[in-house]
């Protein structure tokens, strides 16, 4: 068995590394077009800023030691041309000497990865801007960044965007961020991410959210750069960093006639077999099929990619595995906060026109009364008939990464919200609360669903007009609804309420609402009981907020 796999990093060096544990007979040949094999390219961000002080810590794996551990022929700065199907060859390219070869194989793992995009904007190829692919797009920046410019732009607000800010900030650099959409963050609920735009506003960062860069030009003094914005805005900076998504390397594939997707992904079956039976492709490169919703997507993310060389390689040395899919489980570090998701956000629910149904809740990290308690707040999306958890978001400090993880699990397990009130999880008060968000999460979704709380969601309550907007009851104490308060609100506490319910027209519909959800649940029990026709505002004030400033 002659094994070749094109492209190393997260799927391919894993496809090797696998191989090789499957059979020690079988020659493994693994071509790279850069100089580097193996590198954590989520850590490149970090090593600009100076937290990861040490550049060879990125470097996952040498190409030297791949040869003396795994006796795998390895070959950096080797280009693969073509592929040559029929003859079951590849045109390899040297781009060190420049010499062309050809390499058999009996079967071929495709993991040439994704580039990032450049838009055909006048100016963009001018000195000065700079995509973060590579080590030695890294090194680039960095050189920038170390030689002492004062300002940049970053244009994209989505994870490496945002991860590059924080570490430019760090740096003492101005920085401004452009980003098409009107929210950071955009895998996200625009909702959910408004912690972030203050966030990045307190550190100093200059936004330009629903704005995109139309031209870059070159001041006539011949330093720095102009940013020309659709807005009519112009910046300028020393250095613009590119984040606006990436595109799959799909060139070989295309060539050679292998089935793509729509987007340009490589189409794979479950055991990420292409459409030519001998010819695997892994990672960011090809199509792969949502977990929730059961349709083909493309989503670049690192876990992937390392799962699917895996499968790849296991499949080629005649072992079933299949890739499930994936669900888009990320996470994202701003200056002390933490944003994380998994599976189906609300906004693709709504584009492909998926019925569901949201919750939020804002539960503390651990126990309120163990010092250091962080609040958070979490978003749930379920099936309004089944409860079948369909995505999750957090936003928040210490605790968001667990939570996710864990939903993460249940929605690969099919997991309902009347699960997740069953779920049980290590306590102890330093860690969480004997109620965990995630049970709480439970709690407030299947009450939802069994009919003991019905809801509102904020979205939904500020679509309406004002004149049919329901009588709206803030259930807080007086100093908290004198610090702000849904307009046109009437306050009533929750302790009061029992002895003050004549002043509650029963002729009329009732929102109720208090800071988080708690309170507003317990005067909605009450009210229902007592015949009010009555919602909660799901996720109270909080959530109010969260939708007011977003």
Known sequence: MKLVIVGGVAGGASAAARARRLSEDAEIVLLERGPDVSFANCGLPYHIGGTIVDR?????????????????????????????????????????????????????????????????????????????????????????????????????????????????????????????????????????????????????????????????????????????????????????????????????????GLEVGPRGGIRVNESLQTSDPDIYAVGDAIEVTDFVLDMPTQVPLAGPANRQGRIAADNVFGRSSTFRGTQGTAILGLFGHTAAMTGSSEKILKRFERPYRAVFIHPGNHAGYYPGAEQMTLKLLFDPETGKILGAQGIGGDGVDKRIDVLAMAIQAGMTVYDLEEVELAYAPQFGSAKDPVNMLGFVAAGLMRGDHPQIDVAAFLA???????????????????????????????????????????????????????RGYLATRILMQRGYKVKNLSGGFEAFTLWDES
Do not use: W
């Open 464 to 518: 309406m007009d004002e004149g049919d907007r329901p009588l709206v009851l803030d259930v807080r104490t007086p100093e908290e609804f004198d610090r702000g308060h849904i307009p046109g609100a009437v306050n009533i506490s929750v302790n009061e309420l029992r002895s003050r319910l004549d002043d509650v027209p029963k002729d009329r519909e009732i929102v109720t609402y208090c800071q988080v959800g708690q």
């Open 56 to 256: 060879n810590k990125l470097l996952v794996v040498t190409p030297q030691l791949l040869r003396e551990r795994l006796n795998l022929d390895v070959r950096t700065r080797s280009s693969v041309e073509s592929i040559d199907r029929a003859a079951k060859t590849v045109k390899i390219r040297e781009l060190e000497t420049g010499r062309e070869y050809e390499e058999p194989y009996d079967k071929l793992i495709l993991a040439p990865g994704a580039a990032p995009l450049k838009p055909p904007i006048p100016g963009i190829n001018l000195p000065g801007i700079y995509t973060l692919r590579n080590l030695q797009d890294m090194d680039r920046i960095k050189a920038a960044v170390d030689s002492g410019i004062e300002s940049a732009v970053v244009v994209g607000a989505g994870f490496i965007g945002l991860e590059l800010v924080e570490n430019l900030i760090q740096k003492g650099i101005q920085t401004t961020l452009i980003e098409l959409q009107d929210q950071v963050l955009p895998p996200m609920d625009k909702e959910m991410t408004t912690p972030l735009v203050q966030l990045l506003r307190e550190k100093g960062v200059e936004l330009h959210l629903g704005d995109s860069a139309e031209a870059f030009e070159q001041p006539d003094s011949g330093e720095g750069l102009m940013v020309r914005l659709k807005s009519g805005k112009e910046i300028t900076t020393r250095m613009v960093s590119l984040g606006i998504g990436v595109r799959p390397e799909n060139q070989l594939a295309v060539d050679a």
